[in-house]
């Protein structure tokens, strides 16, 4: 009700910039495959052969002519058509083109994919709102980011519980000591839209000036801006020339969650800030994944039965609750 009917990122455009380049992710128990065909159109399909239900694709990424299964050999075209299957000229009445692929809506925001499994899904602006003019305010030049680092962390906590902790910042002071020596957490907010909640804090003053402890702050972007999307995707802005945090949260089981993290920069950002961006961000994780699982296991004890979000602080889970609760309930 929520992962087979909401649009999702999956990646960037640069992971299929060429004909032929794919890769493949999940959405919730969706398998999904995303591919630049011979005419340079982006497509995503159920990443599921129309024979006997394999997974089409077992690898994470490459460049192919064709999609072939890996169980029968059953090959389709980049558009999705059954080009050949083993022995078909012998099967009386077989129709190729009664088998394609099941295609999946895709769409683009700046360098950013999104999918949604739901062919009758409303379009991918309806949901973004305002959000890329907000972002666009920010300073940061969204066309000039690229990926350079990917970290992946298995949570033991549920889905819920990650992205509750993500939306607010009411924790920062006590659990995050170096996210709040670069942003005033004092002058923090929150504010709701429909399908997506923004973050901000201005940057403190003691590193406006030159350079912060952490890395090099300074730049086009001033302030932190951090966006949360429907259902499971967070854009992350920090201060300086152009350092970008992008998190997704998948459900792997009930108490369980892969977080993907890519840390995107524009070329001014050097190596050695690259570097000293990532360690900061690690340590940010590392101690938001403590905080989760702890969570968690309180959950689990039988003992809670409901809390109280201070609203001044913690809106922003109650904006994601309410959708959680509209797309279980309709």
């Known amino acids: 009700r929520i992962f087979q009917r909401s ?54 990424c490459g460049n192919r ?22 022995g078909m000229k012998n099967e009386a009445g077989f129709d190729r083109t009664q ?12 360098p950013f994919i999104f999918v949604n499994p739901d ?14 003019q907000l972002l666009e305010a920010t300073g940061l030049n969204l066309g000039a980011i690229k990926r350079r680092v990917r970290r992946t962390y298995e949570i033991a906590a549920n889905w819920k519980v990650v992205v509750d902790n993500y939306l607010e910042c009411y924790h920062c002071p006590v659990a995050h000591p170096g996210f709040s020596s670069l942003i005033d957490v004092n002058n923090y907010t929150v504010t709701e839209y429909e399908y997506f909640s923004t973050q901000g804090g201005p940057k403190k003053e003691a590193g406006k000036n030159g350079k912060a402890e952490i890395y090099d702050a300074t730049g086009d972007v001033r302030d932190g801006f951090y966006a949360y999307l429907w259902p499971n995707f967070t854009l992350n802005v920090y201060p300086g020339p152009g350092n970008v945090s992008l998190n997704l949260f998948l459900p792997i089981e009930t108490n369980k969650t892969l977080a ?14 690259e570097e000293n961006f990532a360690t900061f961000i690690d340590q ?5 994944t403590v905080l989760c699982e702890s969570v968690q296991r309180g959950l689990s004890s039988g003992f809670f039965e409901q809390g109280k979000l201070m609203l001044h602080r913690e809106n922003g889970l109650r904006h994601f609750q309410r959708l959680v609760y509209r797309f279980l309930a309709e």
């Open 99 to 110: 088998f394609p692929l099941h295609p999946a809506r895709i769409d683009t925001w700046g």
């Open 65 to 86: 002519k064709t999609l072939q299964c890996h169980y029968h050999a059953w090959t389709y075209d980049l558009d999705g058509s059954l080009r050949s299957a083993p």
């Open 119 to 132: 062919k009758n899904a409303a379009p991918l602006t309806n949901v973004l709102g305002e959000l890329p």
């Open 7 to 60: 649009w999702q990122y999956v990646g960037m455009t640069e992971q299929v910039a060429q004909a032929g380049d794919f890769f493949t992710c999940s959405m919730g128990d969706v398998p999904i495959v995303v591919t630049r065909d011979e005419s340079g159109t982006l497509r995503a399909f159920i990443n599921v052969c129309r024979h006997r239900g394999s997974e089409l694709v077992l690898q994470d």
């Open 260 to 273: 993907i993290f890519d840390y995107c920069f524009v070329d001014a950002v050097s190596k050695e800030d």
């Open 284 to 288: 940010v994780q590392d101690e938001d």
